[in-house]
């Protein structure tokens, strides 16, 4: 089972923050400056995006969410334009307008796809403003599925607290990516986002990744979050919540070009799939692959659906599914813990394909990001059932079950039990379906001693290959 996207039209989401204008001046350069030893760059191409929090707005809205943006701009020139690029890019603006305080400003030169100096024009906003801001979004917050804080510590954002406050009074979700060493001040968010350096200034460093996780949880606990998710640049993203293990995946990016608004696109990416109705599991594999394209653009970008649609493929372009040996299984699964994912396994008969077959394979899949289908064979059903089973050879009961988008693998299997395949792959979960003592359950032992767990799944009243086979010989 592959991640897929979620609806992303159906979600609305409000992003509090530091609104910025990103500038960018490129040209050629072949020369020294006589005055002083730089770089004479000739201008020829100007280009203004929507940067800090409204680059957040810009990700989401590409994805195809309603967005809403709520912050401070300055009466002028780049105010206008950030208005206009707003417009644009269909994101409605609740922005306030302060009169006595420029629109935050990054101006960067550019030659040859380089970085070769950057400019800041902006005044701390602190306090200025809170009131306002916090009109604005009382009004707002009824109508939204989730809020983004992005916090670039310029000012907008001096009391989340109360942001906060106001967001759980709605039940609505909330996602903070975080700045300075202060996470006090996050207390009470669903998700923060810190990367790696601004966790460790808030909770202390380690040179140990698993003590990372621990010191994660610890500051979790602390702030009373759902979780954190923590960007570990080249290693990937790691995510804590109260519920589950560190779930940590690897970096997807192929090739880093720039990493300018990075963690925008991940916030962005994580807020607007979980409230688009995903998991935050998939989620956050949403946020890594989007995060893998966004790396291998210029200046801040943004990720479109097409996008995103073609890096799950991408991601999944060395992997096989179907009918496999326990050879090519093993591969696979490797395969995919690498990337983080969960391996689910269920096993059965599955003689004549029913509904009640349908419906738990689903449930089964819905367990992890992969789900292995062990299947009898003939010989083995013949023992357990007696000669007259099966009704269908195990080449077509594969290929069946095979050709379910819930199912990634099936692998066949000659004893009575499937204990061979369970302990060569170890799975992270174990399905069963029926009224089982998940003790019990052939292979439950070396599972849960790897970390993993036994799931019990309800079959579906009135579904069973018996009474099929039962109906077809009365009618006979």
């Not at 204008?21 to 995006?49: C, H, N, Q």
């Not at 006595?100 to 101006?107: D, E, S, Y």
């Not at 109705?277 to 801040?300: F, H, P």
Request: glycine content about 8%.
């Amino acid at each position: 089972m592959t991640v897929s996207l979620p609806s992303f039209e159906k979600a609305h989401l409000l992003v509090i923050g530091d609104i910025m204008l990103d500038r960018y001046w490129s040209g050629p350069t072949s020369r020294i400056s006589p005055e002083a030893p730089v770089p004479v760059v000739k201008i020829g191409d100007i280009d203004d995006r929507l940067g800090g929090a409204a680059n957040v707005a810009l990700n989401i809205s590409t994805l195809g969410c309603k967005t809403t943006i709520c912050g401070v701009i300055g009466n002028d020139e780049p105010g206008q334009k950030i208005k206009t690029l707003l417009a644009e890019s269909s994101i409605e603006d609740a922005s306030i307008t302060n009169t006595k305080t420029p629109t935050i400003t990054k101006l960067r030169v550019m030659s040859r796809h380089q970085q070769l100096l950057r400019m800041d024009f902006e005044e701390s906003l602190k306090g200025a403003n809170d009131q306002d801001l916090l009109a604005s979004i009382s009004d707002i917050l009824g109508s939204v599925d989730a809020v983004i804080i992005s916090d670039y510590a310029k000012g907008t954002v001096s009391n989340p607290a109360k942001i906060i406050e106001l967001c759980n009074k709605h039940n609505t979700p909330i996602f903070v990516d975080p700045k300075g060493a202060d996470f006090q001040r996050y207390k009470n968010a669903s998700f923060v986002t810190p990367n790696l350096s601004e966790l460790e200034e808030a909770a202390g460093s380690s040179d140990v990744l698993e003590k990372v996780f621990e010191k994660a949880e610890a500051l979790r606990a602390e702030l009373n979050l759902d979780g954190l998710l923590v960007t570990l640049s080249e290693k990937g993203m790691v995510l804590i919540s109260e519920k589950a293990a560190p779930y940590h995946m690897p970096t997807s990016a192929k090739e880093v070009f720039d990493v300018t608004g990075a963690g925008d696109t991940v916030i962005a990416t994580l807020a607007a799939a979980y409230a688009s109705g995903a998991d935050i599991q998939s989620a956050m594999r949403l946020a890594n692959l989007a995060a893998g394209v966004v790396v291998g653009k210029l200046g801040t970008s943004t990720v479109s659906t097409s996008e995103l649609r073609n890096a799950i493929e991408l991601d999944d372009k060395d992997l096989i599914r179907g009918l496999v040996t326990l050879e090519e299984l093993s591969l696979q699964t490797r395969l995919c813990r690498q990337k983080g994912e969960k391996i689910v396994f269920t096993n059965g008969c599955f003689d004549i394909l029913h509904a009640g077959h349908v419906r738990y394979l689903k449930e089964a899949a819905k367990l992890g990001d992969r789900l292995i289908v062990g299947m009898n064979s003939d010989a083995s059903i013949s023992r357990l059932k007696g000669s007259q089973r099966p009704i269908v050879a195990l080449e077509e009961r594969m290929e069946v079950i095979s050709s379910l988008n819930c199912v990634d693998w099936v692998v066949p299997f000659e004893d009575d039990t499937p204990l061979e395949l369970i302990t060569t792959i170890l799975p992270d979960t174990l399905a069963k379906g029926g009224d089982y003592i998940a003790e019990k359950i052939v292979g439950h032992d070396c599972v849960k001693n790897n970390g993993g767990e036994t799931r019990i799944l309800p079959f579906v009243d009135g579904c069973s290959t018996t009474s099929i086979i039962e109906k077809i010989k009365s009618l006979s």
